[in-house]
């Protein structure tokens, strides 16, 4: 039985170590009105997006919504930050899971062009 239980407790172990690997974090730098990253090509999965403010000289924050749907009841509210982005901070948002397809990524608070992220 304790064999058993050791096995148990193994696998769920490994299931939970798997499962956070799978997580990716994903970095980009705001500057005074931009992205440093002008577009993202990603597979399917699990993501979290730390964004920096890189002496934008104000709180930032991140929007990531589906292609041609920018208005705020589609923004994909995970992708938001925890907290603003403090001027040379940084901040991450939860975990995102992106589907195949196109979304745009900007910052109202900036401002920032929309730019395109692929997921494939």
């Known amino acids: 039985m304790k ?5 148990v407790v193994l696998i769920v172990g490994f299931a939970f170590q798997i499962q956070a690997q ?3 974090t994903i970095s980009l730098e705001q500057t005074k009105g931009e992205f440093t990253q002008k577009t993202l090509t990603l597979s399917e999965g699990t ?5 920096s ?3 934008v000289g104000h709180d930032v924050g991140f929007v990531l919504a589906p292609k041609g749907k920018t208005e705020e009841k589609h923004h994909i509210k995970n ?5 603003l982005v403090k001027n040379n901070g940084k901040s991450k948002s939860k975990k995102v899971a992106l589907t195949k397809g ?6 109202p608070l900036n401002p920032t062009p929309q730019y395109t992220l692929h997921v494939q």
């Open 3 to 7: 064999k058993v239980i050791a096995i």
């Open 22 to 24: 799978e997580v990716k």
């Open 47 to 51: 993501y979290v997006f730390e964004i």
């Open 53 to 55: 403010n890189n002496n």
């Open 79 to 83: 992708a938001y930050v925890t907290s």
């Open 102 to 107: 196109e979304y745009v990524y900007f910052c």
